[in-house]
């Protein structure tokens, strides 16, 4: 059986299994956020705002670079001022579903934490992860933080013993090519058969790119001995470990493969 018929099989399988509407895939967000700390001035709402509209028009903008990054500032005082950053994969294929799941995100945050001088959330769409954040009179680029994390347990489980080992062996060495990138891309992923060549498994492991190598090692070894409490262990189908400044995921569907490039206003894929 080809790779890509294997992947169709294992897609109807799992959404069998969750009871899942083939038809729409619909995007459901839970509490995937962490903030802290209140503002009160205005002008600070104003300068996210515009922060927010910054991210998403870089994104947007078809004759800017893309790399899966962007940071911007916005503010002249400094207790005022805004800085913001997202993160998505940094493949180009991924951009328009990076932009779905950005302006969803974005939203998101607002919503939950609307008045917050610090907010990060993640959203997950059609395996693309996406990262928004602020902070308001606090530098946050090229600084790690650890005080924002997040699981999210896949749907389904494998039945086999096997998952924890693979996906730790698959992650540890993904973990030293996604360190050792440069200060536009810190990502890397790979794919492996398993257990009697059973299950294909996909990983990727992402750092926003400008922390350093330290940090970027640090982040993610984290996150490995997170995945692994929260979701290999259970032995999940798929599941993510998210941070401010990194990620771990693995599936055994290959999300990125010949993703949809046009999207309906609700963020789902239009299929031709």
């Known amino acids: 059986m080809e790779m890509k018929s294997k992947i169709s099989f294992l897609f109807i399988l799992q959404a069998i299994i969750n009871g899942a509407n083939l038809s729409?895939?619909?995007?459901?967000?839970?509490d995937r956020h962490e903030c802290r700390g209140y503002f009160k001035s205005i002008n600070v709402q104003k300068n996210r705002d515009s922060a927010f509209d910054k991210l998403i028009a870089q994104l947007k903008d078809s004759n800017s670079s893309y790399n899966g990054f962007h940071h911007t500032q916005v503010g002249d005082k400094p207790e005022e001022q805004v800085s913001a950053i997202y993160l998505c994969p940094p493949n180009a294929q991924s951009r328009p579903i990076c932009e779905c799941c950005l302006r969803h995100v974005v939203e998101y945050a607002v919503k939950k934490c609307p008045k917050q001088n610090e907010v990060v959330a993640w959203d997950l769409y059609e395996s693309v992860q996406c990262m928004v954040r602020y902070?308001?009179?606090?530098?946050?680029?090229?600084?790690?933080?650890?005080w924002a994390w997040y699981c999210h347990e896949g749907n389904g489980y494998v039945k086999t013993d096997e998952l924890e080992k693979t996906v730790d062996g698959l992650v540890s060495k993904l973990k030293e090519q996604a360190a050792e990138g440069d200060a536009l891309r810190k990502f890397a992923s790979g794919s492996v058969t398993y257990d009697r060549d059973e299950f294909p498994l996909h990983v990727a492991v992402q750092c926003t790119?400008?922390?350093s190598?330290?940090?970027?090692?640090?982040?993610?070894?984290?996150?490995i001995n997170g995945i692994r409490s929260c979701t290999t262990s259970k032995?999940?189908?798929?599941?993510?470990y998210l941070s401010a400044n990194c990620y771990v995921w693995?599936?055994?569907i290959d999300g990125l493969l010949d993703?949809?490039?046009?999207?309906?206003?609700?963020?789902?894929?239009?299929?031709?």
């Open 250 to 252: 693995y599936s055994h």
């Open 259 to 272: 993703p949809p490039t046009e999207f309906n206003e609700y963020c789902n894929p239009i299929f031709y």
């Open 24 to 30: 729409t895939a619909q995007n459901l967000m839970q």
């Open 213 to 223: 190598k330290e940090d970027c090692t640090k982040c993610l070894s984290k996150a």
């Open 235 to 240: 032995r999940y189908f798929d599941g993510s």
């Open 135 to 146: 902070s308001v009179g606090r530098k946050i680029f090229s600084v790690l933080d650890d």
């Open 209 to 211: 790119p400008d922390i």
